[in-house]
């Protein structure tokens, strides 16, 4: 009879490595703590893209003192949102800034920002205990009741607490959902595709466009908008980069938009944007390639947690990007798990982490599910037919998207106006 071998036992399993799994294994890094770290990928080519971290944000990275791994990133405080027209004229600009705000939305490269994040992740100069972080260890699924995580090398581990933070086609979220009215829930098509553009500034020749409209070495996101199609760039790597999401109707959308780095010619995406600014196919036509990106989203789950298993990032509410808040949000759920489950430990009993997921859930849930639904919102056309007119007003959400401080003071502020409606309709009776 073979002898069966005891399970590895952590404290906190992992699933993925992206954004939102290196984040929560920062942020859950404390005395005493196990922390793995399970990917499937061999995590050597992170896509090539810009992202952004709104100011809040932003603001929970630099309470992890993550400074000494992001500051050689050369990251780029984000000074304005400048909305153009087809012909290239301005339609509004919105400042950004740290007073408004709080702190600063940031640009980072995104491969920079996931190479600070494991770093900082694994680092032994952190509290706690430095992550472990296995690659080229897929995940197939979970048991969420007893916590153990089945590898698709046939082994598996168990965890006190598992996050799935595997992303949008998410293995523990199919696992989260079962028995629920979201069981099933899949990735779906959105109706829009991106083109990814990143170009050595560098490389760039002289543009034909006047300062006051587009100054490359600006740090400003600028969104050019024609009816159904948009171009949001920016600069990044403290100048060094520049790089283009450009929004066109899905060419194709019934096929499976399996990944979001199938090549594509330049020369299609210069098709695309015949009605845009000359200087910006200039842009586009002086990068090295293209990639396409269907984008996809997931409907609002009733549930991201189940047992000892929760689901944070894309694998939860996935969005579009239409709002550059996909990684914002990852590190807003981070900061929620640092936050609720700083008590438990490995003593505590699967009722006792249950109700912390819960309580993350509770905290977290109403304000992901409102901006995947605003995501949505901000990508219906965004100018009239003869583009004439702008229809997009970034200021509304923006508002909204950045006022937050963190876990507890959502829910004590949801608290608060809760009272505040009951003492209202108690003065009125
Ligand atoms: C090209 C691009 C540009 C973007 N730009 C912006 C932007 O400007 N601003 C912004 O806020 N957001 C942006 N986003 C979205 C943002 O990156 C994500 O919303 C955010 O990173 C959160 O992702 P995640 O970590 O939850 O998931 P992901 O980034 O998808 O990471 C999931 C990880 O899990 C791994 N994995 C998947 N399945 C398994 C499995 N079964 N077992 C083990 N591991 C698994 C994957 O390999 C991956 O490493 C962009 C996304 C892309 C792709
Ligand atoms: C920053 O924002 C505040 C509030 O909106 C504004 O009063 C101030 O002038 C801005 N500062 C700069 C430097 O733009
Ligand atoms: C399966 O993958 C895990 C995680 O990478 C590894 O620890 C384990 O040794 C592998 N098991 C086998 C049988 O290959
Ligand atoms: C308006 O913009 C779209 C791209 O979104 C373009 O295809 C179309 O030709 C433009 N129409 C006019 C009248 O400029
Ligand atoms: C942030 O939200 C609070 C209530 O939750 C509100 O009182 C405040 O005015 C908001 N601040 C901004 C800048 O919108
Ligand atoms: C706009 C906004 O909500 N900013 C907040 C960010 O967080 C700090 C506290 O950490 C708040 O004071 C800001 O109001």
Known sequence: MAIRS?????????????????????????????????EKSSMNKEVGALISLQPNASKIVDGWNMSPFLSEKKPMVDEAFRLLNVKGELQVEMKLNTSQFGADRMLYHR????????????????????????????????????????????????????????????????????????????????GLSAYRVLVETDKLPKLDVSEDVFDLKRSATTMIVGHDKRVIMGPGRGGEMFGLVCLVPDPNPEGEGTSWNNPAPLEEVLDAFQAFPQWVRDIISHAPEAALWQLRDIDPLTTWTKGRAIIIGDAAHAMLPTQGQGAS?????????????????????????????????????????????????????????????????????????????????????????????????????
């Open 6 to 38: 005891e399970v590895e036992h952590w404290d906190i399993v992992i699933v993925g490595a992206g954004i939102a799994g290196l984040a929560s294994a920062i942020a859950l890094r404390q005395n005493g703590r196990s922390i793995l770290v399970l």
């Open 111 to 190: 491969q920079d920002l996931h190479d600070a994040l494991r770093q900082a992740a694994t680092s032994k100069e952190m509290p706690g205990e430095p992550a472990v972080i296995r690659t080229s260890s897929g995940v197939t699924g979970c048991d969420c009741d007893s916590g153990i995580v089945y590898l698709s090398n046939g082994s598996s581990v168990r965890g006190s607490v598992i996050v799935g933070a595997d992303g949008i086609r998410s293995a523990i979220r199919d696992e989260v959902i079962k028995g629920s009215k979201s069981e099933g829930s899949k990735a779906i098509p959105t």
């Open 329 to 429: 949000q990852s590190i807003e759920d981070a900061e929620a798990l640092q936050a609720f489950l700083s008590t438990i430990d490995s003593k505590s009993s699967a009722d006792d982490i249950h109700e912390q997921l819960l309580a993350i859930v509770n905290a977290r849930y109403e304000r992901a599910s409102l901006i995947q639904a605003y995501s949505r919102l901000q990508a219906k056309p965004a100018a009239s037919q003869d583009n004439k007119t702008v229809q997009l007003n970034p200021q509304e959400f923006m508002q909204y998207n950045c006022n937050y401080s963190g876990a507890k003071d959502w829910v004590k502020r949801q608290r608060d106006a809760e009272e505040l409606a009951y003492k209202q309709t108690a003065a009125r009776a």
